[in-house]
């Protein structure tokens, strides 16, 4: 049972480039979500999703794409890097948002130059 | 705002101390309380709490949740170098539509053999 998986672990971007992060659950949650983790600001909810089909902005969307199209599949768009953007960004998935634990992926340390 | 704030920001200690950590929060419709573990990688799950006053417990750490006072601690006795880790906390609510966890920022403890 893989759980949530991450890709790529370690990405360089160039400022203005784009990439897609990956993230892949086989546990059949429902709701998955992207977090982005910087020193001494705590996990900060980018975007989540409460099933196929239905996306919502979290606390710092901007910058940031997504979209889900199997139950599976929640990938993160950067749409043009920014320094800012430089952080490490987690996938998360659970059964549902109350009463349940969230499962992280192991992370993709981005760095933009 | 729903918040949830930890304290101490970072804990040094020596083998075989006990630590205590904090997390108050101030969240809408609570439900429950989540710690977590996070070494050099993703955050694993340890309790979820969600009645006051019971206990839960794993080994060496254990963990409690007052509702009254809003707020838990986790204890880690016979601490180990092991230990070392952020300990984050979590709780999840629904905050102006949004489904989410919202973590505090951390303890950081460090556990000198």
């Known amino acids: 049972n893989a759980g949530v998986t991450q890709t790529p672990k370690f990405q360089v971007l160039k400022t203005g480039q784009s990439m897609t992060l990956q993230c892949a659950q086989d546990?059949?949650?429902?709701?998955m979500s992207w977090y982005r983790q910087d020193p001494g600001m705590g996990l900060r909810l980018i975007h989540y999703s409460v099933g196929a089909g239905i996306t919502d902005q979290g606390e710092v969307p901007n910058g940031y794409n997504v979209s889900r199209s199997t139950t599976e599949d929640f990938p993160l768009r950067l749409l043009s890097a920014a320094p800012s953007q430089t952080s490490v960004y987690f996938c998360a998935s659970s059964y549902s948002v109350v009463g349940t634990e969230a499962f992280f992926g192991q992370g993709t340390r981005l760095t933009v130059v | 705002e729903d918040k949830v704030v930890q304290s101490p920001l970072s804990l040094v200690v020596h083998e075989g101390d006990t630590v205590t950590l904090n997390c108050s929060y101030e969240v809408t419709n609570f439900r429950s309380l989540l710690w977590y573990k996070q070494e050099k990688k993703a955050p694993t799950f340890l309790f979820m709490l969600t009645s006051s006053g019971i206990e839960k417990k794993s080994g060496r750490l254990s963990s409690i949740l007052d509702k009254k006072e809003l707020f838990s601690i986790l204890n880690i006795t016979a601490t180990q170098t092991g230990d070392s880790a952020i300990y984050l906390c979590?709780?999840?609510?629904?905050?102006?539509?949004?489904?989410?966890?919202?973590f505090g920022t951390g303890t950081r403890l460090k556990v000198l053999a």
């Open positions: 979590a709780a999840p609510t629904r905050d102006s539509g949004t489904y989410k966890y919202i």
């Open positions: 546990m059949n949650h429902e709701y």
